[in-house]
């Protein structure tokens, strides 16, 4: 069953429209679960990306 076919079927069977359908992901159930990596996030990576400055102003950050 393709896509459209899938979206068609279910469009007819609860009422809604076919785009609605389409916008909520349904797809269709295979044999096997497919399983995804999960997603991680290297934060020491992001960290030294970033521009910080290791020292703060003296002044409390106002400008004199």
Request: glycine share 8%; proline share 12%.
């Given at each position: 069953m393709t896509?459209?076919?899938?979206n068609r079927a279910l469009s007819h069977a609860?009422?809604?429209s076919i785009r609605e359908i389409a916008?909520?992901?349904f797809v269709?159930?295979?044999q096997v679960?497919?399983?995804?990596?999960?997603l991680i996030a290297d934060w020491d990576?992001?960290?030294?990306a970033r521009r910080v400055p290791i020292f703060?102003?003296?002044n409390g950050g106002r400008r004199t």
């Open positions: 896509q459209a076919e899938l609860t009422g809604e916008r909520r992901g269709p159930l295979t679960p497919c399983e995804r990596e999960p990576e992001i960290q030294s703060s102003r003296r």
